[in-house]
């Protein structure tokens, strides 16, 4: 009933489409198509859960801070779960890096937490998909939610974060199904006296699923 109030009329026509201003609005479209509106099992890094809005919250919150009391203190690489004991999981890891403090009024590193190196990041991202993987039941599907970056004199260089994502989800047995796009045109962008690409105001949503297991 919450799904229904809150898709409205393109809900029962199933008009969903792949680009959304706000996070509730296009998750609540994924489940719609891949969870036949069930809602999602799990986030193993819920932070305070401000993705999901009122009526999308997960089964089941863990994060390595809990922010909120009804979530679960648990690292996403290493999860107390059981082997193949989830039908799905919404991963919204943070995506910055910088091998500095905070200069220049860099505003969203002084806000969320963030790696030193891309190979650093790249290298949580592989181990989480990994655990993933392993507590996924067979044909589960896994969201993340990821941006890619830039950094350097000029913006520059520029880091394709979700090709990279997908190369890896795909060697570890996932397939890709599908992939949402998120705008915000209000996000916080530092000053720079050179610009050496665009400046990014979105983010994507890759939908996965864990496919089963070959043998022999």
């Given at each position: 009933?919450?799904?229904?109030?809150?898709?409205?009329?393109?809900?029962?026509?199933m008009?969903?489409?792949?680009?959304?201003?706000?996070?509730?609005?296009?998750?609540?479209a994924i489940?719609?198509?891949?969870?036949?509106?069930?809602?999602f099992?799990?986030?193993?890094?819920?932070?305070?859960?401000n993705?999901?809005?009122?009526?999308?919250?997960?089964?089941s919150?863990?994060?390595?801070?809990?922010?909120?009391p009804?979530?679960?203190?648990?690292?996403c690489?290493?999860?107390?779960?059981?082997?193949?004991?989830?039908?799905?999981?919404?991963?919204d890891?943070?995506?910055?890096?910088?091998?500095?403090?905070?200069?220049?009024?860099?505003?969203?590193?002084?806000?969320?937490?963030?790696f030193?190196?891309f190979?650093?990041?790249?290298q949580?991202?592989?181990?989480?998909?990994?655990?993933?993987?392993?507590?996924?039941?067979?044909?589960?599907?896994?969201?993340?939610?990821?941006?890619?970056?830039?950094?350097?004199?000029?913006?520059?260089?520029?880091?394709?974060?979700?090709?990279?994502?997908?190369?890896?989800?795909?060697q570890?047995?996932?397939?890709?199904?599908?992939?949402?796009i998120?705008?915000?045109?209000?996000?916080?962008?530092?000053?720079?006296?050179?610009?050496?690409?665009?400046?990014?105001?979105?983010?994507?949503?890759?939908?996965?699923?864990?496919?089963?297991?070959?043998t022999?």
């Open positions: 009933m919450a799904q229904q109030t809150l898709m409205g009329q393109e809900q029962k026509i008009r969903f489409v792949s680009v959304y201003d706000s996070d509730e609005k296009i998750l609540s489940n719609q198509i891949y969870l036949e509106g069930i809602g099992g799990l986030d193993p890094t819920y932070s305070k859960g993705i999901y809005g009122k009526y999308l919250q997960p089964y919150k863990y994060d390595i801070e809990p922010q909120t009804d979530t679960k203190k648990a690292d690489r290493k999860l107390p779960l059981k082997d193949k004991s989830e039908i799905s999981i919404v991963f890891p943070p995506f910055l890096f910088r091998n500095r403090k905070a200069v220049n009024n860099d505003k969203m590193c002084g806000r969320f937490s963030y030193k190196t190979e650093e990041l790249i949580m991202y592989k181990d989480s998909l990994k655990e993933f993987h392993r507590v996924l039941q067979d044909y589960g599907i896994l969201v993340f939610k990821c941006q890619d970056m830039t950094d350097g004199s000029g913006s520059r260089p520029f880091y394709d974060t979700h090709c990279e994502i997908i190369n890896m989800a795909r570890i047995g996932f397939s890709l199904r599908d992939i949402g998120l705008v915000k045109t209000n996000k916080i962008i530092r000053k720079a006296k050179e610009q050496g690409c665009l400046r990014k105001v979105h983010s994507y949503y890759i939908v996965l699923r864990r496919e089963p297991t070959k022999g």
